[in-house]
């Protein structure tokens, strides 16, 4: 790569330009950032390998940019390695020095009116992207200032917003929250490595010698009149004393039994086990690992959206495939989980308060569910905020972490008001979820206490909620021109308020939660015996599948051109989560009641077992996965259907592994104090 003589021209001419221009001031850039800029220039004439490299580094325009290819990264590390040469003359003896090395910066370039919310485009912050290989010694401001002055050196007038500059570090500072918690971090695994060496030496191996003894033992006195086996039996008088002794040594008292609650071994077994107790609602296994399967397929898709090459044309050419609209309506995955949580959070506890005669210790009933929730919640959210930064670099890759956020408004998340206060500034955007699930469970009792002692008091109650529901969704839908999905669908929608108005407030999403509350009740009414005509089984059957159906592929020709009015998006709001959730809850039901058929069969598989046991811990950590792998690219995935499906199943199988760990040294530790503790003052 060299200078031709019209380049060089035109070097010489923009370098004398930038230093005499009048329109912006010198003292707008730094010295030493302006001075380094000019010999970057000034090598460059001269065909100076650094200073080519330099430029080979900056992003440049590809093939595409019709079809909104509108990334430009160039080659990050390339611009990393390049270091400065400047030769000088020192006692008339020449001198190499190295002024700068190279930095990698971006500068961003808004397109178009970003307050036209009507553009689904302009919603997702389309924006011209460049990469930029600049000197060291130039600021985030420098470079600004540079660029505007280059822009104005252009002789065809340009309305170019200013862009926004990020330039990324080499090195990134260990702050004091980081290290702390890497201490915590080892804490835990010390525990865990303690945990389990007492217990496979102190537990597991003196149980597995006394139950080998003891069937030694059972084995040789059965056999013995017909087989000479004394030798092996011994018979010394201090025998029986012996089995006696390894019995004690099982037992623990209460530090020991604190200390196995970390056992890598006992949890990891608990995890894997296929068992479960007698009563439990088997088809829900099923559906509950199946449902988080989507909610990865669809997280993976948007998540990656800013390391995609052609993701706008990408999904304006998909959303023409029937098949497609499954990743859009992924949405209603949630919606599962919200019926789940509300069914058996009812089918248990009415189970519950008959065995106590209407009696419910409430101190424990909410201090449970935010045990059982919280500690996992909060150890992801501390890990994952202050190291994320160091996980990874490149130019995409957001050195000042994604949740940018939680320093300020953790607490939200603490008392699980996320969704509601500060929403526009969420820490962990998708824990919107789990502020829902809670705020459900807290209000809970005003349907479930009702329904324990009158079905009419309960079914009042419950249609009140869905009533407030229903009439919550319409009017916001209606008055803020709110589409039916994420990817429009209506006609003149407001699509950057969607999430904040609609979608993230338990008010909007409560619906699904009443119908599993009625469906857990109509399941502990006839305590899983309903005998259903063959006919009106077939016919709930059809009507699920079918009305499932109709939510996830519904709104095909709406987001093909045919866009529903403002009165049909909102109707569709209103009744579409709803009727899925009605869906579900029949499937659910039906296969609990013996009127499955082989669809109970595949829902109650044994191998779903310990995978939905991972289900909570998964949905904490796989968008952590997901942006690891996203922003540490160093160039731009260009997508296709193949792409989609292997990032699918890879990102499944290690968001899955990740949630195991998280399992093992958060979750299943912090459940295990819990009885610890509680069991212990029960007996004191």
């Not at 210790?361 to 501390?382: D, E």
Request: overall charge negative; some cysteine.
């Amino acid at each position: 790569m060299s200078a031709n003589p019209q380049t060089r021209q035109a070097i010489d001419k923009a370098t004398q330009l930038l230093a005499d221009g009048p329109l912006l001031a010198d003292e707008d850039i730094s010295d030493k950032c302006f001075n380094d800029t000019m010999l970057m220039l000034e090598s460059l004439v001269e065909n100076q390998p650094w200073a080519l490299k330099m430029v080979d580094a900056m992003g440049k325009p590809p093939s595409g940019i019709m079809e909104l290819k509108l990334v430009w990264l160039g080659d990050y590390d390339e611009c990393l390695r390049v270091t400065a040469v400047l030769s000088e003359m020192v006692d008339d003896k020449p001198r190499e020095t190295h002024p700068f090395t190279g930095q990698y910066c971006t500068a961003t370039f808004p397109i178009g009116n970003t307050t036209d919310t009507s553009n689904p485009l302009m919603f997702m912050g389309m924006a011209l992207r460049i990469g930029i290989c600049a000197p060291s010694t130039c600021s985030s401001d420098d470079i600004t200032q540079l660029i505007q002055k280059g822009i104005s050196l252009i002789p065809i007038e340009l309305n170019v917003t200013a862009p926004a500059v990020a330039c990324q570090k080499k090195e990134l500072e260990w702050e004091a929250d980081a290290i702390a918690v890497l201490v915590v971090l080892g804490l835990f695994i010390a525990l865990m490595v303690c945990g389990t060496f007492y217990d496979v030496v102190c537990v597991q191996i003196p149980k597995s010698r006394h139950l080998s003894a003891k069937e030694h033992f059972r084995t040789g006195t059965e056999k013995e009149p017909l087989l000479d086996v004394s030798a092996e039996v011994p018979r010394e008088p201090g025998f029986y004393m012996h089995l006696l002794i390894n019995v004690n040594v099982v037992s623990t008292g209460t530090g020991g039994k604190l200390l196995l609650t970390f056992s890598i071994y006992t949890n990891g077994s608990k995890i894997l086990s296929t068992e479960q107790g007698a009563g439990t609602l088997t088809a829900v296994n099923g559906i509950r690992v199946i449902s988080m399967f989507w909610v990865v397929l669809g997280h993976g898709f948007i998540f990656g959206s800013a390391s995609y090459e052609n993701f706008v044309s990408y999904l304006m050419e998909s959303l023409h495939y029937w098949a497609f609209q499954a990743i859009p309506q992924a949405t209603v995955a949630v919606d599962t989980f919200f019926l789940l949580s509300g069914l058996l959070m009812s089918y248990l506890i009415l189970k519950e308060m008959k065995k106590n005669s209407g009696k419910i210790n409430w101190p424990m009933f909410y201090f449970h569910r935010f045990w059982r929730l919280t500690p996992p919640y909060m150890l992801v959210m501390m890990a994952y905020v202050p190291l994320f930064k160091h996980f990874s670099d490149g130019p995409l890759w957001p050195q000042d972490g994604i949740d940018i956020h939680c320093k300020d408004n953790w607490w939200t998340n603490l008392l699980y008001i996320n969704n509601i206060v500060h929403d526009d500034k969420m820490c962990i955007a998708w824990s919107w979820y789990l502020a829902n699930d809670m705020q459900f469970y807290i209000v809970s009792p005003l349907m479930f206490v009702p329904l324990y002692y009158s079905g009419l008091l309960g079914g009042i109650s419950c249609t009140l909620f869905m009533l407030a529901n229903m009439i919550s969704v319409g009017v916001i839908s209606n008055v803020n021109h709110l589409p039916p999905t994420f990817v429009g669908g209506a006609q003149d929608t407001n699509n950057a308020d969607f999430s904040s108005l609609y979608y993230f407030k338990p008010w909007c999403r409560i619906g699904p939660y009443v119908i599993g509350v009625l469906a857990g009740y109509l399941l502990y009414r006839t305590q899983c015996r309903l005998k259903i005509h063959w006919a009106l089984n077939i016919l709930g059957w059809c009507t699920a599948i079918g009305s499932g159906m109709a939510v996830v592929y519904g709104l095909y020709d709406a987001v093909n051109g045919h866009p529903l009015n403002n009165d049909t998006s909102a109707f569709f709001n209103v009744v579409h989560r709803n009727v899925w959730a009605i869906g579900v809850a029949w499937v659910i039901v039906a296969c609990a009641t013996g009127n499955g058929g082989f669809i109970n069969t595949f829902l109650s598989w044994k191998g779903w077992i310990p995978i939905g046991r991972l289900t909570y811990c998964t949905y904490l950590v796989h968008p952590v996965i997901m942006y690891v792998y996203f922003y540490h690219k160093r160039t731009l995935l260009y997508l296709t259907d193949m792409d989609v499906a292997f990032l699918f199943m890879g990102q499944l199988l290690i968001g899955y592994a990740a949630g195991f760990v998280v399992s093992l040294a958060f979750e299943a530790p912090m459940m295990g104090l819990e009885k610890v503790i509680f069991r212990r003052e029960k007996k004191s």
